[in-house]
């Protein structure tokens, strides 16, 4: 019976296959030292992946990338029979699907200035390549975009959307030409190609120098007075005026934080573009102007997002914002930066916060590898910065998080541009000289994660025996077809024997290479 069940399996999967008329490309690798590996694409050649297509029941698909070089290489196996043999010495995974936590917004990067001007640098063909690898099923499916609201330091020039002095009104408020020429024309592409909607986040660095009690674009300065008068009020309307310039672009938001990195402290450059704002400075312009702004305009839909900053402040900053019932009121969500993870728990950061405040979504957005004045800014190849992204993003989803947004989309070889000189590393580099972009093991340990948990999925329970030594990372998620999902990450030096269970299905019987990360994907119901 048994036997006859697997011929059955086989010979379903070969269908399934035959059905399976687009055949993914495969990287073309370039080695930038022994074990650094880039996959490079240019303006007629990238690789790519199938759209994902479920296998029949009692089979699982399995994607493989091994720092050795595979790249979401595509196996298929059988489920053993429902139990793991007491012989098996390995890691043994609990896949718990009734066991049920936080729902999944989904994964991303942001359109910077930065990333847009290094994406138009490339011939049509070539940019179209790098927007499909992202955002289309033959890609890795992003469905989250971060959006500076005018300038970042990941810009040319600092620049608001009104820089006339003392225009309380807003006369001379205008979006620019990096809004207008790059960046809104590569979202209107980026949308069509993109088989699921596409949830747009808003964020401000900084503001008209007038506002501000620096008087300058750059640099740290708060907002002029406090919390209720005309410069916060005006502040909250230009936010506003941002959204309402957008939706003239059919453009709208999902969501909005009110300011990127508010406690920007020491570790700030001193040019860098910013507006400082304590917790109860953040609280209280919610509760006077901004708050009331978002409530009153057309875009009452947008989620208004807190915090925006390192996980270090919480759940402080969350107590003091949203323990105040009516700043509560206005808020959706807590945005959390992943920059000194390693200097703080995430159980009693983002757990605690969640605990507290379990009616807000936790969302990851921004990362990026090389952000210490001591990194290696662009480091071509690293597997390590991968393997940075595929632990952060397992640690984080196990408390709660509910999304995670990486940084820029595309940088150039150095890093940049960067108008402050904050260089750091992408999982896309551009070499507009070469016509060519090289997509980094950051790419594909991300990819990982976002091509097969899309927005719905749920985090599930995944247990595991204790295991002496170095072990696997992993997590569980169920999709909204139904499907389950496991990424499993080995970042030991040996390989690793392991099962997961999955109570009715079975069990898969594997072993994670030495320096791998692997997803599994198969039908639960
Ligand atoms: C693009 O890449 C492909 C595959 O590596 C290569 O065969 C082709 O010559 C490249 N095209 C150009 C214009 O460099
Ligand atoms: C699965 O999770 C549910 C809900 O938490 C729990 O009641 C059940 O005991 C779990 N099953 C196993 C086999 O651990
Ligand atoms: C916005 O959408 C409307 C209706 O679909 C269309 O007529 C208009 O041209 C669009 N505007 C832009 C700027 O894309
Ligand atoms: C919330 O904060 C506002 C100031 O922003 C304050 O006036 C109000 O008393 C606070 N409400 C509560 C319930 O603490």
Redesign the pocket.
């Known amino acids: 019976m048994w036997v006859l069940d697997a011929g059955i399996w086989v010979f379903s999967f070969f269908l399934w296959m035959v059905g399976n008329t687009i055949a993914s490309q495969p990287c073309i690798p370039k080695f930038f030292d022994s074990d650094a590996m880039v996959c490079v694409c240019n303006a007629t050649y990238c690789d790519t992946l199938d759209p994902i297509s479920l296998p029949p029941e009692g089979l699982f698909l399995k994607y493989e990338t091994t720092k050795a070089g595979r790249r979401m290489e595509l196996s298929e196996g059988t489920f053993q029979r429902n139990h793991t043999p007491s012989s098996f010495r390995g890691l043994k995974y609990t896949f718990n699907a009734s066991d049920r936590y936080q729902d999944v917004k989904g994964f991303g990067g942001s359109h910077t200035d930065a990333a847009a001007i290094n994406i138009m640098s490339l011939s049509p063909a070539a940019q179209e390549h790098l927007l499909r690898s992202y955002f289309s099923n033959t890609g890795i499916e992003y469905n989250l975009l971060r959006w500076p609201i005018a300038a970042s330091d990941f810009s040319t020039r600092p620049y608001s959307y009104d820089d006339i002095q003392y225009d309380f009104d807003l006369k001379y408020f205008n979006l620019v030409e990096e809004d207008t020429e790059l960046r809104i024309p590569l979202l209107?592409r980026i949308m069509a190609l993109s088989k699921q909607p596409i949830s747009l986040v808003a964020t401000p660095w900084t503001g008209p120098a007038w506002l501000k009690t620096n008087d300058n674009v750059k640099g740290k300065g708060k907002l002029k007075g406090k919390a209720g008068d005309k410069y916060h009020k005006t502040w909250a309307n230009y936010l506003i005026r941002f959204l309402d310039k957008y939706a003239?672009?059919?453009i709208t938001f999902w969501a909005m934080t009110s300011q990127n990195e508010p406690d920007c402290s020491s570790y700030a450059m001193e040019d860098f573009p910013t507006i400082n704002y304590s917790p109860e400075e953040q609280r209280d312009f919610i509760n006077l102007d901004l708050g009331p702004a978002l409530a009153n305009s057309d875009h009452k839909d947008v989620h208004l997002v807190i915090h925006d900053d390192a996980r270090i402040h919480l759940p402080n900053w969350a107590k003091v914002v949203l323990g105040n019932s009516s700043a509560a009121k206005y808020a959706s969500g807590i945005g959390v930066h992943w920059y000194l993870d390693a200097m703080t728990s995430a159980q009693l950061t983002l757990g605690a916060t969640h605990n507290l405040f379990p009616d807000y979504f936790l969302l990851y957005t921004e990362a990026c590898n090389g952000f210490l004045p001591w990194d290696i800014k662009v480091d071509t190849g690293s597997w390590e910065r991968g393997v940075h992204y595929s632990c952060n993003i397992i640690e984080n989803f196990k408390y709660f998080i509910t999304g995670w947004i990486d940084w820029n989309l595309a940088l150039g070889m150095n890093g940049g541009p960067n108008f402050v000189k904050n260089f750091v590393d992408s999982p896309i580099l551009v070499d507009a000289s070469k016509d060519e972009f090289y997509k980094q093991p950051m790419f594909y340990h991300l990819a990982h994660f976002s091509k097969f948990i899309p927005e719905g999925s749920v985090r599930v329970g995944l247990t595991s025996n204790s295991f002496l030594g170095c072990t696997l990372k992993a997590v569980g998620f169920l999709r909204p077809d139904g499907a389950a999902v496991v990424v499993v990450l080995n970042n030991c030096y040996m390989d690793i024997e392991f099962s997961i269970s999955d109570s009715p299905v079975g069990v898969i019987e594997d072993v994670a290479q030495a320096y791998s990360i692997q997803t599994y994907l198969w039908r639960h119901t």
Do not use: G, R, T
Request: charged share 25%; hydrophobic share 0%.
């Open positions: 209107h003239e672009h059919n």
